[in-house]
C-alpha cells in the first residue's frame, strides 16, 4: 500500500509540474476550460498550445479597458466546475481556477449580447 502511494504521489506531482502539465491539458482538455462574463460580450476558450499563456485577470484589464462594459458586465466568470478527481489539472486550478467565480453557461447565455464582428472582438463561442 505505501508503495501505491507514494507511486500515485510521483505521478500526481509529474503530471502537474508546468510543462508537462501543459502538454497533458492540451492532449485531454483543450477546449474544456471557457470564461466569459454576465452578457457574452467577452467570452474566451483557453488553449494550451506550446506559445498559449495561462488565463489571468490581465485579460479582464484589457477588457474593461478596449470595450467599457456596464458595471454588471465587468466581471470574468469560469464556466467550468473544478473536478478534485482530475489530478492533471491542479496546477491550472491553483493558477488560474481559483481566481474566477463559477457561473453557468445556461445562465449566462440567455442574456448573451449578438455577435457584431467589429464591435466585439472578446467573443470566441
Known sequence: MKKFLI?????VIVANLPFINKHILHSLDD??????????S??????????????SKDINQLFIQYDNPEPINQEIFR?????????WRWYYYIVTS???????????????????KYKSRWQEF
Do not use: M
Not at 507511486?7 to 505521478?11: A, K, P, Q, Y
Not at 467577452?42 to 488565463?55: H, I, L, M, N, R
Not at 464556466?79 to 489530478?87: D, G, S, T
Not at 467565480?101 to 449566462?108: A, L, M, N, T, V
Open 7 to 11: 507511486g500515485f504521489l510521483i505521478v
Open 31 to 40: 477546449d474544456t476550460f471557457k470564461y466569459s462574463n454576465n452578457d457574452a
Open 42 to 55: 467577452f467570452t474566451y476558450t483557453q488553449g494550451f498550445g506550446f506559445k498559449d499563456s495561462y488565463f
Open 79 to 87: 464556466l467550468y466546475k473544478i473536478n478534485p478527481l482530475c489530478f
Open 98 to 116: 481559483l481566481h474566477f467565480k463559477y457561473k453557468s453557461w445556461s445562465d449566462i447565455e440567455p442574456y448573451r449580447v449578438p455577435y457584431e
